[in-house]
Structures are given as structure tokens and as C-alpha cells.
């Protein structure tokens, strides 16, 4: 027979005392508190991950496109509807779509606060086009009624007049928040009047098409570009895609919302208007409403060779001179892991970016790596960047300090691992080259 005793009997009769059930709650509370911060860091490594293997996936699609393309080229350009053509049928998007290799729409970068391209709100209308148009790409385009498009006319060109009320352009993946080189989609900037630095250098003789549009390279990155014996690197250097910045709708003014480079928020932060083209555009009845008012829209593409190397600066791709160019990688943002940090001050008061973080990168030999924001601005460590930095973060167009540069603390962030310069030597009339 057990006896209970006076003591104990009271104690279960009663339950616990009010100090026994504080202390209890001020250790779940600490281990709360230990806890959270850890599985937060495992979250977003977790995500980091994601996108990795979304990197890896596209870039087996790349490589199994070039295997297929007569030309050998790994996409047939870049994602930009006004420059490109169709985005249903030209583009890296739709490569991977169309083949079935992948799905980019539903393959987004968990860690971006952006996850509509500045394409999807050109494409349906949002945003405007028409200072990207490329007649040579739409000279004789149709509009979903069959009629031929009228180049003067937006809505020609975007929206349901072009793609007709039954489009299901977002449903099948046409979205991205990841942002291609110049070197995937547009390879090697032509040269024209001795110039070897010129982007805008389509051959023919009124200019041929808008800046960054496809005649001003020789062809998206293909397996010509890696096998020539002029090859100046190799595929594993070469950048093919990284999370993307804010966009800057081609504008660099304004505010920078801690993406680009100075931008303007009119431009770039979804508003009610832009809000409601995207979505009653991907479903007219209202049940999808990806797009909200508040949130960013990303890059689509690198802007190419047009950050110069700071001059006396030693570099893989020759020394600063004062004009020598290479290909910046603004539009791609390190922002995983990253921090909230002061990186400006001027007139328009304090600037802050997302620095100290990382991009996955997507190589063209197939592989993924993360690309460390460590340096850059005013030698700090991290300013946002990765390489090329702007001179003055912040600064507005054609003011000074908007261009963007390279010197040594940049250098150190992506020396070994990614190729700024032209991807084939330029010939000479001697034998050499002028690289």
C-alpha cells in the first residue's frame, strides 16, 4: 500500500504555483529566443539552395539548346519582348519553356523581394515599350486578330490586342526574377569605327535598331564563341544568369529602392495602375493577383562593357587607361544573406543598399556558384555590387559619379571567378589582337 504524503497530496491536488508556471514560461521564452534566430539562418539557406538548383536546371537546358541549335548557341536571346521579338517564342524563356527543360515563371528566387520581371509588365502592358522597340524584330508581326501590327500603336504591340484574351502567358511561365548576361543573350558587343568598347554598334548604317537590342553583339553565347582559338577564357567563367536587381525601367533617375542604381520609384515599384494592367492581363475573372501594389519589379538583362577599370589598374582584361571597358554586372544583385547598410550620402540625403551578401551565379559550363559581395565602393566591405560599382552610389544620369568603374577592391570580388571582358580577342590587320 502506498502513502502519500501530506505535502505531495497537496501539491497534486492544487496543480503548480504561479512561480513554477512563470519560470517554465521564461524558459520556453529563452529557448524561444535561442532558437529563432537559427531557423531563420536555416531558412534562408535553405532558399539559397532553391535557387541553385533552379541555376542548375536552367543551365542543363542551355546546354542541351546549344547540343540541338544549328548555331550552336545556348538560348536564342534575351527575355526582352520589345527587343528580342515575341516572348513566346524568342528568348531564353521561352527556350526553356518550349523545349520543356524548365519553367522559369515557377522557378523564382525565393530570397528577392522582386518577383515579376520588368518584361511581364512590358509584355502586358504596364509598363511602356516604345524607347526599346525594334522595328527589325516586329517589321512584320501580326496582332492576335491577324492584322499586322502598326509600330506607332502600344497597344499593338503588348496587352490582349497582341496576344489575344485566351493568352495563358503567365500560367505557362513566362516570368522570371533571375537576370541574363550580355555575354548569354548578346555575346560579344560588335565593334564598329575602331571602337572596341561600343554597345550600341549595330552594322548597319543608320544605327540599325535601339541600344542593347540583338545586332549590336555577335550572336547569344554559343559553342563557336567557346571553341575559338581566340578565346580569351573559358565556360567556366563565363556568367550566364544571377538573382536580378531592381529594375530601372531604362532610366537611371531618382531614388535608389536598393536594387539598380539610382532609379526612379515611378519606374520600378509596382504601383495601383501597373498593378492592375499585370493583373487583369494574367487572369481577367481576378482569382491570380500576383502583382501588388508596393513591390519592386527586377531587371531582365546586364547592360554589357560599359564600366571602365579604373585607371593604372592591373586587370585580367588589360590595364586602366581611362577608356577601356568592361561588362558590368549591376543588374544582379548579391542579396543573399545580405545587410541593410548606409553606402551613400549627397544632396538627396542617405542611401542605403542590401551589401555583404551573394548571388548564385549560373556558369556556361553548367556549374552554379555563389559570387560574394566583399568589397567595391570606397573599399568597403560590400557595397551592394559585384565588380563594377558606381563611382557615387546614387548618382543621377549624367551627373557625376553615375558611371560605373572597377578598381582594385572590386577586382578582388570576382578575379577568379567571372570573365569581364570580350569573350574572343579582336583580330588586327597584323596577325594580333588588340585585347
Given at each position: ?71 550552336g548557341h545556348f538560348t536564342s536571346g534575351a527575355f526582352d519582348h520589345y527587343r528580342d521579338g515575341d516572348i513566346r517564342t524568342q528568348g531564353w524563356v521561352a527556350d526553356l519553356i518550349n523545349a ?336
Open positions: 500500500m502506498c502513502i502519500v504524503s501530506p505535502t505531495l497530496r497537496s501539491r497534486l491536488s492544487h496543480g503548480f504555483t504561479l512561480v513554477e508556471l512563470l519560470v517554465v514560461i521564461a524558459i520556453v521564452g529563452i529557448l524561444i529566443g535561442l532558437l529563432l534566430p537559427n531557423l531563420a539562418a536555416v531558412q534562408a539557406t535553405a532558399k539559397a539552395a532553391t535557387s541553385l538548383s533552379y541555376l542548375q536546371g536552367f543551365g542543363k537546358g542551355f546546354i542541351d539548346h546549344a547540343t540541338l541549335d544549328a548555331g520543356k527543360y524548365a519553367n522559369p515563371g515557377k522557378c523564382l528566387d525565393p530570397l528577392s523581394r522582386g518577383k515579376i520581371s520588368e518584361e511581364t509588365a512590358f509584355y502586358t502592358g504596364a509598363l511602356d515599350g516604345f524607347g526599346k522597340l525594334n522595328p527589325l524584330r516586329w517589321d512584320s508581326a501580326t496582332k492576335a486578330d491577324g492584322d499586322a501590327v502598326d509600330l506607332t500603336e502600344e497597344d499593338d504591340l503588348c496587352g490582349f490586342d497582341y496576344f489575344g484574351s485566351d493568352q495563358t502567358l503567365w500560367q505557362d511561365g513566362f516570368n522570371t526574377n533571375f537576370c541574363a548576361t550580355w555575354h548569354l543573350v548578346r555575346g560579344d558587343n560588335n565593334i564598329v569605327s575602331g571602337d572596341p568598347y561600343a554597345v550600341d554598334a549595330s552594322p548597319d548604317a543608320d544605327g540599325g535598331d535601339p541600344e542593347m537590342c540583338p545586332l549590336d553583339g555577335d550572336g547569344p553565347l554559343s559553342t563557336s564563341h567557346l571553341a575559338d582559338p581566340t578565346s580569351l577564357t573559358s565556360a567556366d567563367k563565363i556568367a550566364l544568369l544571377g538573382t536580378a536587381q531592381v529594375g530601372n525601367h531604362d532610366h537611371d533617375h531618382g531614388e535608389d529602392h536598393g536594387g539598380g542604381h539610382g532609379h526612379s520609384e515611378d519606374d520600378v515599384i509596382i504601383d495601383s495602375a501597373k498593378a492592375q494592367a499585370i493583373n487583369e492581363f494574367i487572369d481577367p475573372s481576378g482569382r491570380v493577383r500576383p502583382a501588388r501594389v508596393g513591390d519592386a519589379l527586377v531587371e531582365g538583362m546586364t547592360d554589357g562593357p560599359t564600366a571602365t577599370i579604373a585607371t593604372g589598374l592591373e586587370t585580367p582584361w588589360g590595364d586602366g587607361d581611362g577608356d577601356r571597358k568592361i561588362h558590368t554586372l549591376a543588374d544582379i544583385a548579391p542579396i543573399h544573406k545580405s545587410k541593410r547598410s548606409l553606402v551613400n550620402e549627397s544632396d538627396d540625403g542617405k542611401l542605403f543598399r542590401l551589401v555583404g551578401g551573394s548571388s548564385p551565379i549560373l556558369f556556361a559550363d553548367g556549374h552554379v556558384a555563389r559570387v560574394f559581395d566583399t568589397g567595391g565602393y570606397a573599399g568597403r566591405r560590400g557595397d551592394g555590387w559585384l565588380g563594377p560599382h558606381q563611382e557615387s552610389p546614387g548618382a543621377h544620369e549624367d551627373e557625376a559619379g553615375h558611371e560605373f568603374v572597377l578598381n582594385s577592391s572590386a577586382l578582388d570580388e570576382i578575379r577568379d571567378q567571372i570573365w569581364l571582358g570580350r569573350i574572343r580577342a579582336v583580330l588586327a590587320p597584323a596577325g594580333g589582337s588588340s585585347e
